[in-house]
């Protein structure tokens, strides 16, 4: 499952394609293991990490500072810590994999 309910938070699998023209959500991947993200920014300098920490933020109505990538920051297979109400994250982080 690519959404993890956390005791402060959810954890979410991503696979980002960095460089992308247009910045979205692209559905489930890897048998579902993971939400497709594509990012204009390049993947440089961790441009694209910060694109996608903040494209999350706003896809689920928080403030930046709640989302952080954790594992894989030079990888395209990436996992985000998102803190707050778990329960409520995972409902808004549900309605991603439709977005794509």
Known sequence: MWVE???DGIRLRLRVSPGSRRSGFGGLVDSGA???????APPVGGEANKAVEALLAKALGIPKNRVVIVRGL????KTARVKGDPEALAAAASQLQEMG
């Open 5 to 7: 309910p956390m005791k």
């Open 34 to 40: 993971r939400l497709a993200i594509r990012v204009s």
């Open 74 to 77: 030079r990888s395209r297979k």
